[in-house]
């Protein structure tokens, strides 16, 4: 009985044990609403930094003031962003809402930016069609194994046709304390006969990011690629958010597939000029062994007659 009630309070002990450390673990996080603002604040300041003289201390002068005006420290700042990686659906309710400011002041300012919800809005059936089939949003982190990259494949099927070509299209969000900006994109075609064709692009800024791929005339057998974050292990979050991605695949129609024509014929018509020029040339300068000497054998120069006018 002795035995029975020391088990029971140790149990009790610990379980008060760690609930106080989860709320202490939490207790110095920065709420929603301040992170959300210190973030849209950041990217700002990023983005009015990122050019010219002394880039790296203005942009340092601007975060330091946006952490002094919300009354937080860089510490505690990421801290907070730490806690927020771990908990994706809060961050990712964090960036709706960025993104939602950034559109509403850009058209305010008449600069109207709708490639997401248009590609978001499209159907996946028609010539031009959204087959995205992953996620809505992927947080990619410097910490941790197998953290830095998200990969996607989509199957072919009797949908797709030869010579189609696709888009893919993300909003990206780079959440860094210190180091370089710099992710790897990759979109690929994979064919019926196993031969890939990739397109590799970097991403170093915010926003908006599109890269397209056109296949060439075989059958399709998949399309697929990858993101991949390319940033050293640091004990101080490196984050890169991807939002809202779209894969948009678009039917040649007859007009592009004449126009294609139209240029190969003259790929080809100049290709056969060069390789006939380069025939004539060849001929005209054939090697000649003459008493053990190499010579060229040269097409003989015209004789011109010249009028010799009076001396004035």
């Known amino acids: ?71 937080v420290t860089e510490a505690q700042f990421d801290s907070s962003l730490l806690w927020y990686a771990r908990h994706t659906d809060r961050l990712y309710k964090i960036y709706e809402n960025i993104d939602k400011h950034l559109t509403d002041e850009a058209q305010l300012l008449g600069l109207e930016n709708n490639a997401t919800s248009t590609y978001a809005s499209m159907g996946t059936k028609g010539d031009t069609a959204n087959i995205w089939n992953g996620r809505s949003y992927y947080l990619l982190t410097s910490q941790g194994v197998g953290n830095n990259y998200m990969t996607f494949r989509i199957e072919a099927d009797t949908t797709f046709y030869r010579d189609d070509r696709f888009l893919l299209h993300f909003v990206s969000h780079f959440v860094y304390s210190d180091g370089p900006r710099d992710a790897v994109v990759s979109l690929s075609v994979v064919y019926n006969n196993d031969s890939v064709g ?115």
Not at 17 to 22: D, E, S, T, Y
Not at 49 to 69: C, F, H, L, P, W
């Open 1 to 71: 009985m002795m035995r029975k009630t020391l088990y029971l309070i140790l149990l009790f002990a610990l379980a008060t044990f760690f609930i106080g450390c989860r709320r202490d673990s939490s207790a110095n996080i920065i709420g929603e609403k301040k992170m959300e603002n210190i973030l849209y604040e950041r990217q700002l300041a990023e983005a009015i930094t990122e050019t010219g003289d002394n880039a790296a201390y203005r942009q340092r002068v601007y975060i330091e003031s946006i952490y002094s005006k919300y009354g």
């Open 198 to 312: 990739s397109m590799v692009s970097h991403l170093i800024t915010d926003g908006d990011f599109t890269t397209m791929i056109r296949s060439t005339d075989r059958p399709i057998k998949a399309v697929e690629g990858f993101i991949y974050l390319n940033t050293k292990w640091s004990d101080r979050p490196r984050l890169l958010f991807v939002t809202n991605p779209s894969l948009i695949r678009f039917h040649e129609t007859k007009e592009d597939r004449e126009e294609i024509r139209r240029l190969d014929s003259i790929r080809k018509a100049s290709k056969h000029l060069m390789i006939d020029t380069l025939k004539a040339d060849t001929a005209e300068r054939t090697p000649l062994k003459t008493n053990g000497q190499l010579l060229l054998r040269k097409k003989p120069i015209p004789h011109r007659t010249f009028r010799k006018e009076p001396l004035l």
